[in-house]
């Protein structure tokens, strides 16, 4: 049986690397776009979504927003930051927007490089 990889703060600073950060207005936030970099088929990937100014972010913690799959061009949300961040909930449809659009920008261009 093959152990999935999680988004364990291991995992976060050890195997993803940052695709696209941006801010949000509405949330004054700083968001990290980051692919988990263990995973090498084009249509199976997993992305981890991190707040990097969160009052709790600091070297030794990393926030965790959200995660993403990117399978056969579609991107789908598996952690769902809703129940999470409540606080944000007047802004997660446009910040999931935003992931949603770096992760098929980045892929467009990682399919490209892979299958080449």
Request: no cysteine.
């Given at each position: ?16 690397e940052?695709i696209?950060?941006?801010f949000?207005?509405?949330s ?17 990937q ?9 009052n709790?972010?600091d070297?030794?913690y ?8 990117y399978?056969?061009e ?9 129940g999470?961040y ?10 999931i927007?935003?992931?949603?659009l770096?992760i ?6 990682y ?6």
């Amino acid at each position: 049986m093959r152990t999935e990889h999680t988004r364990s703060i291991q995992t976060i600073n050890h195997a993803t690397e940052v695709i696209n950060s941006f801010f949000d207005d509405a949330s004054s936030k700083n968001f990290s776009v980051r692919r988990l970099n263990v995973r090498k088929d084009p249509n199976r990937q997993l992305f981890i979504v991190t707040i990097d100014n969160d009052n709790k972010s600091d070297d030794y913690y990393i926030v965790p927003f959200a995660e993403l799959s990117y399978r056969k061009e579609t991107v789908e949300v598996v952690v769902d930051p809703s129940g999470q961040y409540p606080e944000l909930n007047n802004s997660i449809t446009s910040v999931i927007d935003k992931i949603r659009l770096s992760i098929l920008g980045y892929m467009s261009n990682y399919k490209k490089l892979t299958l080449h």
